[in-house]
């Protein structure tokens, strides 16, 4: 079972014939029955179903390679966990993909062999039949024109699943641009003057700005700590802004994500879930233990849970709170207090489970944008974007945030209780493990699954670190 397809043709008389007459020609197989597309001639006899029937066709062919070596790509050692999946050759933007111009025609479709483990770049490139520049660019693949898969992902879960390649536009810069930028911004500054100069209130509001500025100016000893403070309030905004696209992605992420509620004989309480596979969902070892309460002996907490759990993937509103509920089974196997995670079991009830978001793991960012999908405070599901700080920065930031904020209530400031020692924070300020961001998501959010800018599942929101002020709690850091 080793051999592959195009080894086991060539045992058959009718078949070698064929190929010597057809010297020249490309030999394409096509599944009829079983597998349907293309087939990669280099694919194991083990990666086949029981009854699988092919068409064999040969095309004319412009390289005289093909003759010698009619094989495509894929030579390594064949594991039992094969997966196939299909690809349109010609998507929505009709790029050219494949190699061989027969091929790329509306409706032809691939079939991509691969094994488990594998990431959906690799299982493409080795396949041999696609373009070269996929190795180098940016893609992904998308299923019913709404799900996307990313290219780092696995193959695990693709089994027969069909999909097309989309490749991202890369913005190009000529020459002739940069040396046009010093009169492009001339020419901006001009349309901005006739703008606003249209507009006799903004220029009011422009007056009453720079009036402001200058009497804190005046009042203030310390000018660089009072320009520091506008810096960051407007840095603040730039780095908020969320491109279209990765809405539309985390609306679809969004869909998995469940809002967890319990009432355990009056111990009521809520927090955030997600699909890791199939009915089992992934929360916070935290909650669970919040669940059942505290001296409660651990083999009583499975038949604890699928009493009085509930989770729902559809509150968006009000309204849909107590909707299309699903139970959990009396099942508790997996989790650690450590690492902080627990899984579930969904019970199965005929209602459709969302996609489970295994598939999207990925290694978490030191830095850049992420986006947090949950239920903060037992509310409606929402999102938000957030900055990682980096390894080096963490110390900074838990001195920063827990420090007293200076201005004119400053002394107000100072009468709070500190809720925490250094101690506390140092379990997480060097640990590689844990990333760490300043979020809103507070209290509920617990088990919301953390996203970096592609998409990709890179943690679970667990925790953060407050200390009261006399004017309430206040958040220093949160982590994943």
Same mark, same amino acid.
């Given at each position: 079972?080793?051999?592959?397809?195009?080894?086991?043709?060539?045992?058959?008389?009718?078949?070698?014939?064929?190929?010597?007459?057809?010297?020249?020609?490309?030999?394409?197989?096509?599944?009829?029955?079983?597998?349907?597309?293309?087939?990669?001639?280099?694919?194991?006899?083990?990666?086949?179903?029981?009854?699988?029937?092919?068409?064999?066709?040969?095309?004319?062919?412009?390289?005289?390679?093909?003759?010698?070596?009619?094989?495509?790509?894929?030579?390594?050692?064949?594991?039992?966990?094969?997966?196939?999946?299909?690809?349109?050759?010609?998507?929505?933007?009709?790029?050219?993909?494949?190699?061989? *111009?027969?091929?790329?025609?509306?409706?032809?479709?691939?079939?991509?062999?691969?094994?488990?483990?594998?990431?959906?770049?690799?299982?493409?490139?080795?396949?041999? *039949?696609?373009?070269?520049?996929?190795?180098?660019?940016?893609?992904?693949?998308?299923?019913?024109?709404?799900?996307?898969?990313?290219?780092?992902?696995?193959?695990?879960?693709?089994?027969?699943?069909?999909?097309?390649?989309?490749?991202?536009?890369?913005?190009?810069?000529?020459? $002739?641009?940069?040396?046009?930028?010093?009169?492009?911004? *001339?020419?901006?500054?001009?349309?901005?003057?006739?703008?606003?100069?249209?507009?006799?209130?903004?220029?009011?509001?422009?007056?009453?700005?720079?009036?402001?500025?200058?009497?804190?100016?005046?009042?203030?000893?310390?000018?660089?700590?009072?320009?520091?403070?506008?810096?960051?309030?407007?840095?603040?905004?730039?780095?908020?802004?969320?491109?279209?696209?990765?809405?539309?992605?985390?609306?679809?992420?969004?869909?998995?994500?469940?809002?967890?509620?319990?009432?355990?004989?009056?111990?009521?309480?809520?927090?955030?879930?997600?699909?890791?596979?199939?009915?089992?969902?992934?929360?916070?070892?935290?909650?669970?233990?919040?669940?059942?309460?505290?001296?409660?002996?651990?083999?009583?907490?499975?038949?604890?849970?699928?009493?009085?759990?509930?989770?729902?993937?559809?509150?968006?509103?009000?309204?849909?709170?107590?909707?299309?509920?699903?139970?959990?089974?009396?099942?508790?196997?997996?989790?650690?207090?450590?690492?902080?995670?627990?899984?579930?079991?969904?019970?199965?009830?005929?209602?459709?489970?969302?996609?489970?978001?295994?598939?999207?793991?990925?290694?978490?960012?030191?830095?850049?944008?992420?986006?947090?999908?949950?239920?903060?405070?037992?509310?409606?599901?929402?999102?938000?974007?957030?900055?990682?700080?980096?390894?080096?920065?963490?110390?900074?930031?838990?001195?920063?945030?827990?420090?007293?904020?200076?201005?004119?209530?400053?002394?107000?400031?100072?009468?709070?209780?500190?809720?925490?020692?250094?101690?506390?924070?140092?379990?997480?300020?060097?640990?590689?493990?844990?990333?760490?961001?300043?979020?809103?998501?507070?209290?509920?959010?617990? $088990?919301?699954?953390?996203?970096?800018?592609?998409?990709?599942?890179?943690?679970?929101?667990?925790?953060?670190?407050?200390?009261?002020?006399?004017?309430?709690?206040?958040?220093?850091?949160?982590?994943?």
């Amino acid at each position: 079972e080793g051999d592959s397809l195009y080894a086991a043709l060539n045992t058959l008389k009718a078949v070698e014939k064929e190929i010597k007459t057809q010297q020249g020609k490309e030999m394409l197989v096509l599944g009829t029955e079983g597998i349907e597309g293309y087939i990669n001639l280099g694919m194991p006899l083990s990666c086949f179903p029981e009854s699988c029937h092919v068409l064999i066709k040969f095309a004319q062919s412009r390289s005289r390679q093909k003759e010698r070596s009619p094989v495509f790509g894929r030579h390594d050692k064949v594991s039992p966990d094969c997966v196939k999946f299909y690809i349109h050759v010609i998507g929505k933007r009709k790029k050219r993909i494949v190699k061989s *111009r027969h091929l790329h025609k509306e409706g032809c479709k691939l079939c991509v062999y691969a094994f488990k483990g594998e990431t959906i770049k690799d299982a493409v490139c080795k396949d041999g *039949r696609f373009l070269s520049f996929l190795e180098k660019e940016d893609w992904r693949l998308i299923k019913n024109h709404d799900s996307i898969l990313e290219s780092t992902q696995t193959v695990d879960n693709l089994e027969g699943e069909l999909f097309e390649i989309e490749v991202e536009k890369r913005m190009g810069f000529g020459a $002739g641009a940069s040396q046009n930028s010093e009169s492009e911004e *001339r020419n901006t500054s001009v349309l901005r003057e006739e703008f606003v100069a249209q507009y006799p209130s903004l220029q009011r509001e422009s007056e009453k700005i720079r009036d402001n500025f200058k009497k804190k100016l005046e009042k203030k000893k310390n000018r660089a700590s009072l320009f520091k403070l506008h810096k960051v309030n407007f840095g603040k905004l730039t780095r908020n802004s969320t491109p279209v696209k990765m809405h539309k992605l985390l609306s679809h992420l969004s869909d998995s994500v469940g809002y967890l509620s319990w009432d355990n004989n009056g111990n009521r309480g809520s927090a955030t879930c997600f699909v890791l596979n199939e009915l089992f969902i992934l929360t916070c070892r935290h909650v669970v233990s919040d669940i059942v309460g505290k001296g409660i002996d651990p083999s009583r907490w499975a038949d604890i849970i699928g009493q009085c759990v509930r989770v729902t993937f559809s509150y968006e509103g009000p309204p849909e709170k107590e909707e299309n509920c699903f139970f959990i089974e009396p099942w508790f196997k997996v989790s650690d207090a450590t690492l902080d995670y627990a899984v579930l079991q969904l019970k199965a009830n005929g209602q459709r489970v969302p996609l489970g978001l295994y598939s999207r793991v990925a290694p978490a960012p030191s830095s850049g944008l992420i986006y947090i999908i949950g239920h903060p405070y037992g509310e409606a599901k929402s999102s938000d974007g957030c900055t990682v700080i980096p390894l080096e920065q963490r110390g900074e930031k838990f001195q920063e945030h827990s420090q007293p904020r200076g201005g004119e209530n400053s002394s107000h400031d100072m009468q709070y209780i500190h809720m925490y020692t250094q101690r506390s924070f140092q379990k997480i300020a060097y640990d590689p493990d844990v990333i760490t961001y300043d979020t809103s998501f507070y209290f509920g959010a617990s $088990g919301s699954p953390v996203f970096d800018a592609k998409g990709s599942l890179v943690a679970m929101h667990t925790a953060g670190i407050t200390y009261n002020r006399q004017t309430g709690l206040s958040h220093i850091i949160e982590f994943g």
